[in-house]
């Protein structure tokens, strides 16, 4: 696959497997819109990624994605990939959900998306052509202590992404998910703990930001709708 003179958006770019992602597909020639809610970090990365626009905005807000698509448009005129990587983790019991805080999660892992996703299909499809990968975790597959709120809502995204891959292959767009198992990121600390603060996990190392993007990269080259990292055991 051809990569030079891409457009991808990446929503969460400024840290983790966002953060990679955008440098190894800067590296292969890929203009990268960097979205992110923090202006210095993306600026400072945007210095460092040739071809590459930072936008700072809260896709929480729908008319914040709109915006996005909009400034992605008017620099390149096209948009070839979509990365929703965007999200934040919360933990507790069922018992203890606060429904405000989940609704706020609600939106961010499963509709800001989809909202992303009736953004770009218009365009891909004029275009004849686009990817979009969707970032769940591997959270989907399993049932672990306090983690209902996120875990259920990255399998709804699992089963968007696998549905609208059907919807749209006629149209030349096609659709990806992908299920990082633990990775070595920010994501627990900036996680919303109801019950255990996040200084009462021994959590492991996990998996390298830049072997997430790596297999990510992947699926976009070999097309298959899902691929799942899960290398990190026995470390």
């Keep these: 696959m051809e990569t030079k003179g891409l ?70 005129g096209k948009i070839d990939i979509l990365v929703n990587n965007a999200g934040q983790g919360y933990d507790a019991s069922v018992e203890k959900i606060n429904i405000s805080t989940f609704h706020y999660i609600f939106d961010f892992i499963l509709v800001t998306p989809i909202i992303a996703m009736q953004e770009v299909i218009p365009i891909m499809r004029k275009q004849k052509k686009g990817i979009i990968v969707n970032v769940s975790s591997g959270t989907a597959f399993m049932v672990l202590e306090h983690m209902s709120p996120y875990a259920s809502l990255k399998q709804a995204l699992a089963k968007i992404s696998l549905t609208a891959r059907e919807d749209l292959k006629d149209d030349g767009i096609y ?26 996990y021994d959590m492991p190392r996990g998996n390298s930001p830049e072997s997430v993007a790596q297999k990510l990269l992947e699926e976009i080259e070999k097309n298959e709708g899902e691929i799942i990292v899960y290398d990190w055991i026995g470390r």
Excluded at 24 to 42: C, D, H, P, T
């Design 7 to 76: 457009v991808a958006i990446v929503t969460g770019a400024s840290t983790g497997i966002g953060k990679a992602v955008d440098e190894l597909f800067s590296q292969k020639g890929m203009n990268v819109v960097l979205v992110a809610q923090s202006k210095e970090r993306i600026n400072k990365l945007s210095q460092s990624l040739p071809d590459s626009l930072p936008i700072f905005g809260d896709v929480v807000k729908p008319e914040e994605i709109k915006k996005i698509v909009a400034r992605t448009m008017e620099k390149y």
């Design 175 to 200: 659709v990806s998910v992908i299920y990082p198992y633990l990775t070595d990121t920010e994501f627990h600390k900036n996680s919303i703990h109801e019950e255990v603060d996040e200084g009462g």
